[in-house]
């Protein structure tokens, strides 16, 4: 349905005909790690983020799944030795 609280106009998952059916009954406004993420959109009220309603619940255990802003490190390509084939090169 479309948003009568915070998003006028939009659309969104927790708009109900009784109204928000989010916790608390709206949207919460970003936090200050999402600074510089792409998903935060400004209306009338503040800054909201687009993809999540509580933004600060996704910073709780570490960083955001859907941050556009973080990037997320890989481990070095370790290659799996065969510990019988390392063993007879040892021998050599």
Known sequence: MVCKTVRDGLECPFMTVKGCS???GICHEIVEQCNGCNRGAQYQ???YCAACPDP???WK???CNLASHIASV???NKSKL???KA???KKR
Do not use: A, H, I
């Open 45 to 47: 009220s503040g800054w």
């Open 56 to 58: 600060s619940l996704k």
């Open 22 to 24: 989010f916790n608390g």
């Open 87 to 89: 063993s007879k090169r």
């Open 61 to 63: 255990n570490g960083n």
């Open 74 to 76: 890989s481990s070095q």
């Open 82 to 84: 065969n510990p019988l």
